[in-house]
């Protein structure tokens, strides 16, 4: 005779016991598959007496509605609580940094165009941007560099046809302001972007820039430019600095100074950086020769005028303590980002 008390107590027990869903179905299917115990019972119900077949069926009855509430019950448990591990697992830390969007930033080589632009306007120059591609006439022959002239050696230069070439120097944006202005009064800056075939090195590139400075007008004194420089290196390089002007020669001024700044580095008593001299040779600068002013269609004895030429490059790299100039151009994110004035 079956015992029904002892098997529900043990189905119970087992019941309770499981932990997964997977060890449940196999319960299930012990119990309430088609060939798991309690069909079995129903089997055994041919060999029960006659008087007890009515009793007996409603007992395995009883069983298998208990057996599957059973079931039921524990599935619904376990099932949530899959539930809620899960949710557990994927909750989002809120208290993680969240990752920033990059942005771009400028180059230093503008920072420092638009820093020099910045102290110019503010002495009262107008700012004129020139073509990249000029004629002969205005990168050599109006700067006094005639065809033979050997000044046009160290600029030869990325010719496109016999007339036309990629500016050498910013000095042709001179030439076009003085024939365009003729016979007023300019002040103005140039910046921009200038070509020469050049082996490029640590310092040498056939690209960089330059800003040119040109004043015209009825009486200008050399004292004036060196004014102008003296504010330009103070505001560039510390207010400590002093600067000397050296007997040069360029083509287009007469006389031509070569303009050295104190060293920013060592205050003047010599470095590496100054090469142990103390002064740092910035920029090229001198009167506006009047031939060239008579070229462009002035009259030398009513006007005169200065005119500066300054390599952006050298300035980024003395201020900014920058080793090679081809860093500027070789797009290193972390280079650039070093100057970032965004954040
Ligand atoms: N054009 C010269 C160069 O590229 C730089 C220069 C020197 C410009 C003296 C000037 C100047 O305006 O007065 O080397």
Same mark, same amino acid.
């Given at each position: 005779m079956v015992n029904f008390d002892e098997l529900r107590a043990q189905i119970a027990q087992e019941f309770k016991e499981v932990e997964t869903l997977d060890v449940l179905n196999e319960l299930r299917i012990q119990?309430? +598959? *088609? *060939? +798991?115990k309690i069909a079995d019972l129903m089997k055994q119900m041919k060999d029960v007496a006659k008087e007890e077949k009515r009793e007996f069926g409603q007992a395995v009855n009883q069983l298998k509605a208990e057996t599957s509430a059973l079931l039921e019950e524990k599935k619904k448990e376990l099932e949530a609580k899959a539930l809620e591990e899960k949710l557990a697992s994927e909750? %989002?830390? /809120? #208290?993680l940094p969240g990752r920033k969007p990059s942005h771009g930033n400028l180059n230093p080589l503008h920072l420092i165009e638009q820093e020099l632009e910045d102290l110019f306007i503010g002495l009262g120059y107008q700012v004129i941007e020139g073509d990249e591609v000029v004629d002969d006439l205005y990168c050599f022959e109006r700067a006094n %560099? !005639? *065809?033979? $002239? !050997?000044?046009r050696d160290m600029q030869d230069s990325l010719y /496109?046809?016999?007339? $036309? /070439? /990629?500016? #050498? &120097? #910013?000095t042709a944006i001179q030439m076009k302001v003085l024939e365009e202005q003729a016979p007023n009064p300019i002040k103005v800056v140039c910046p921009g972007k200038v070509y020469r075939r050049d082996d490029d090195d640590a310092t040498h590139s056939h690209q960089f820039m330059q800003m040119e400075g040109l004043v015209i007008g009825p009486h200008v004194p050399l004292s004036d430019l060196k004014g102008t420089l003296e504010f330009f290196a103070r505001k560039m390089f510390g207010q400590e600095r002093e600067i000397r002007f050296r007997p040069s020669f360029f083509?287009? #001024?007469? !006389?031509s100074v070569e303009v050295d700044v104190s060293? &920013?580095?060592c205050g003047g008593k010599g470095c590496s950086t100054c090469k142990g001299t103390g002064w740092i040779e910035i920029l090229g600068a001198g009167e506006v020769n009047p031939k060239v002013l008579e070229m462009a269609g002035y009259d030398p004895n009513k006007v005169n005028g200065f005119a500066f030429g300054i390599g952006i490059e050298r300035v980024a790299m003395l201020k900014y303590g920058?080793?090679?100039?081809?860093h500027f151009y070789t797009n290193d994110k972390r280079f650039n980002e070093t100057f970032d004035r965004m954040d």
């Open positions: 119990y309430l +598959g *088609k *060939k +798991g909750t %989002i830390d /809120l #208290t %560099i !005639p *065809k033979d $002239h !050997p000044a /496109l046809d016999p007339a $036309h /070439l /990629l500016r #050498t &120097h #910013t083509p287009f #001024t007469e !006389p060293c &920013h580095m920058i080793d090679d100039i081809r």
